[in-house]
């Protein structure tokens, strides 16, 4: 006799990877409703609508179980065994370096089959028979600060890339602007600058320009392309005349928040116009055509989806690719080439700025190491992509349908958050290889010494909630964790580059020693690093596996928070807590806040704190606090360096709200630090992080 419907798709959702129990940011037991396990299992592909579904979904995840074809890829750490799976009649394998020279080989008996890992660290093709596997084998952590070749105790600042100023930038930051202010900040001490998500949005869509929405993670956002090393400066001013674009860009320049249209049309403009003329420099052709053929396919998708999605834009179809015609679904269909062919010069350009922009950022990541930066740029990894862009039309078989990533009610919003994101399906990446993932770390990678992994709890699980569904109608997704810190640990090793992982929000109770064995480092934030009395915690007793830091993005700056502007945003945005009075709160809290900073040594006079409007000692005394910490690296945004009020990001509200990624530096990157707070806040932070 069957058990009760209840207990079946409880059952199924465990097979499936669903969490049907898991526990709250304040640590209390929750459960997810049958609705929501049954709209979760149906975008899994699992239906669990009746009784019979969830009896076939159940009999298929067994047959896929069960099966003896083994996975594309087997992670194996150094030195270790690893299992594969054998046939009835045993397998003969073989296994190969990544030069394809047989190292090893032999017979496995029937049954489940064990085999020794090689003992250096890289991928390997493994062959069961004429059953071909990629073998990555993992070193035991990730590439971590103590492996850097005469590191100090290291420190850093964190920009929004949108955010700097260079004279003549035309409104917005750009890989020119990112060279001087790796220069100026490694003046000052610092060992790396941690940019936001600089991954590719929709060119044709230049108002859905928030960086952590991005079309696809596996390539650059060409907006941030300079054109003037492209062609030279008296060539892009002729351009510019002959567009008559002077006064726009004049006045783009000096606003206090970024014009993301206007700046992107005026930019484009310029962009195009050079690729025009570019085509008679043959040597710059020749360039051109080698980076376009050793990117291969994903380029090519990519470029094709930028001129694809502009002429449906045109054409009164500008959301995403699910919108267009059937026939253009499909990336590889004969509508799509004929459309390429067609459009070969639209096509073409957009492969030109992703070869302009990887010089650019190729270009920022050398400045930054050759002005003495022994880490350099720590690129930021986005936890999922736009459902409708290049990376979920390109690589459809990878991620995820009818859900979206978000985050239920926590710290950080008590309303729970949908991100409208979709991202790789489990069985997405067993199935692929985990092609896609390897690939979007290599991106990443590629031209920094570190990488920022956004959300990084989503290596376990991620909330995903159904289309449609309210963002705490949600429920937890798991992920193969092991696989996934075994590849992060290898490309870490093989590009010579830290991991940092934002391990903030609802976090498992084994999670952050998962990653901290694998030498993943935290997060920990002044404003979150609290006793259980309310009180903040002495930064000698912070972690020494997590990076420390006074703020993020998402978060009130030092000066925004001691003077309560987000409060002021809070309420007026409606996220505050109509049950709390939050201006009290405030007061007692920076009481406290003071109060651990004179013991720690930070601040002084512990009986008469600074006013709401006395800044910069507050600012200071927050960066040697933090300084404090037993962190091997600790990274201040530079909004805390200069004592801004205004934080980069609000979530929740709308930009109509809140002018969300749009706000600038105030001075151009070679005077940003030049100030008396900035120069008073480095050189407490260098002078506590490097004591004789």
């Known amino acids: 006799?069957?058990?009760?419907?209840?207990?079946?798709?409880?059952?199924?959702?465990?097979?499936?990877?669903?969490?049907?129990?898991?526990?709250?940011?304040?640590?209390?037991?929750?459960?997810?409703?049958a609705d929501t396990l049954r709209a979760v299992l149906r975008a899994l592909d699992l239906p669990a609508d009746s009784a019979d579904d969830i009896e076939a979904s159940l009999q298929r995840i067994e047959q896929e179980r069960g099966g003896r074809k083994p996975p594309r890829?087997?992670?194996?750490?150094?030195?270790?065994?690893?299992?594969?799976?054998?046939?009835?009649?045993?397998?003969?394998?073989?296994?190969?370096d990544d030069e394809h020279t047989l190292i090893s080989e032999g017979q496995l008996p029937s049954g489940e089959g064990q085999l020794d890992a090689p003992s250096v660290p890289g991928y390997y093709t493994l062959f069961l028979d004429d059953d071909e596997v990629t073998l990555a084998v993992a070193p035991p952590r990730t590439f971590g600060i103590g492996d850097i070749a005469g590191a100090r105790k290291p420190w850093g600042m964190a920009v929004q890339m949108s955010s700097l100023r260079r004279p003549g930038d035309g409104g917005i930051g750009d890989f020119t602007a990112l060279e001087t202010c790796a220069k100026a900040a490694a003046e000052k001490g610092a060992d790396a600058l941690a940019i936001s998500p600089l991954h590719a949005l929709f060119a044709a869509a230049p108002e859905r320009y928030s960086p952590y929405?991005?079309?696809?993670?596996?390539?650059?956002?060409?907006?941030?392309v300079d054109p003037v090393p492209t062609s030279g400066e008296q060539t892009v001013r002729a351009v510019i005349d002959t567009h008559?674009?002077?006064q726009e860009l004049a006045e783009l320049e000096w606003l206090e928040l970024i014009d993301w249209?206007?700046?992107?049309?005026?930019?484009?403009?310029?962009?195009?116009?050079?690729?025009?003329?570019?085509?008679?420099?043959?040597a710059h052709s020749e360039r051109f055509g080698a980076f376009r053929r050793a990117q291969g396919e994903p380029l090519e998708r990519h470029a094709r989806f930028e001129a694809l999605h502009a002429d449906f834009s045109a054409h009164g179809r500008p959301g995403g690719w699910q919108g267009w015609p059937a026939e253009f679904h499909d990336p590889a269909g004969r509508e799509v080439a004929a459309f390429a062919r067609e459009h070969s010069r639209e096509v073409g350009f957009h492969a030109w700025l992703q070869w302009l922009a990887t010089q650019g950022l190729e270009g920022a990541q050398k400045a930054a190491r050759d002005a003495g930066m022994s880490i350099g740029l720590v690129a930021d990894l986005a936890v999922g992509a736009d459902s409708g862009g290049s990376h979920a039309w390109a690589h459809q078989a990878e991620v995820l349908k009818g859900l979206s990533v978000g985050a239920p009610p926590d710290a950080l919003n008590r309303l729970g958050q949908d991100w409208g994101l979709t991202t790789f399906s489990p069985r997405g990446l067993r199935d692929t290889g985990f092609k896609g993932f390897i690939g979007m770390l290599r991106a990443a990678l590629a031209h920094a010494g570190g990488v920022r992994i956004d959300h990084v709890l989503g290596l376990k699980r991620l909330w995903m909630v159904p289309h449609g569904a309210g963002a705490t109608e949600g429920a937890y997704v798991r992920y193969p964790l092991t696989d996934m810190l075994r590849l992060i640990a290898l490309e870490s090793h093989l590009h010579r580059a830290?991991?940092?992982?934002?391990?903030?929000?609802?976090?498992?109770?084994?999670?952050?020693?998962?990653?901290?064995?694998?030498?993943?480092?935290?997060?920990?934030?002044?404003?979150?690093?609290?006793?259980?009395?309310?009180?903040?915690?002495?930064p000698?007793?912070?972690?020494?596996?997590a990076m420390a830091t006074t703020s993020t993005h998402d978060v009130p700056t030092v000066a925004g928070?001691?003077?309560?502007?987000?409060?002021?945003?809070?309420?007026?945005?409606?996220l505050d807590d109509p049950a709390v009075d939050e201006n009290a709160q405030r007061e007692g809290d920076r009481v406290l806040l003071w109060r651990a900073m004179c013991a720690s040594g930070s601040a002084w006079n512990e009986e008469s704190p600074p006013g709401l409007d006395d800044i910069s000692p507050v600012v200071v005394a927050a960066a040697k606090h933090v300084a404090q910490a037993p962190a091997p690296l600790a990274i201040y945004p530079v909004e805390d360096i200069l004592g801004l009020h205004e934080q980069p990001n609000l979530p929740g509200p709308t930009d109509a709200i809140h002018p969300n990624w749009r706000r600038r530096m105030p001075d151009s990157s070679s005077r940003l630090f030049d100030g008396p707070i900035a120069h008073a806040v480095c050189d407490v932070i260098d002078k506590t992080r490097n004591r004789t």
Do not use: C
């Open 261 to 282: 249209p206007r700046a992107a049309r005026a930019r484009m403009t310029i962009l195009r116009s050079l690729f025009e003329s570019a085509s008679v420099d043959l």
């Open 1 to 33: 006799m069957n058990a009760p419907l209840d207990d079946r798709l409880a059952l199924l959702a465990e097979q499936a990877g669903v969490d049907v129990y898991w526990r709250d940011a304040l640590d209390r037991p929750q459960s997810t409703p």
């Open 561 to 574: 928070w001691w003077s309560g502007r987000d409060v002021e945003w809070r309420k007026k945005t409606g």
């Open 498 to 538: 830290i991991v940092i992982g934002e391990d903030l929000g609802t976090v498992p109770a084994d999670f952050r020693q998962a990653i901290g064995d694998k030498g993943v480092l935290g997060i920990r934030v002044l404003w979150f690093e609290r006793a259980a009395d309310g009180g903040f915690v002495s």
């Open 73 to 96: 890829l087997v992670t194996a750490d150094v030195g270790d065994r690893f299992v594969v799976p054998v046939s009835p009649r045993g397998r003969v394998w073989k296994l190969l």
């Open 540 to 545: 000698l007793d912070w972690s020494a596996k």
């Open 213 to 224: 929405a991005p079309s696809s993670r596996l390539f650059l956002n060409g907006l941030y």
């Open 244 to 246: 008559n674009l002077r």
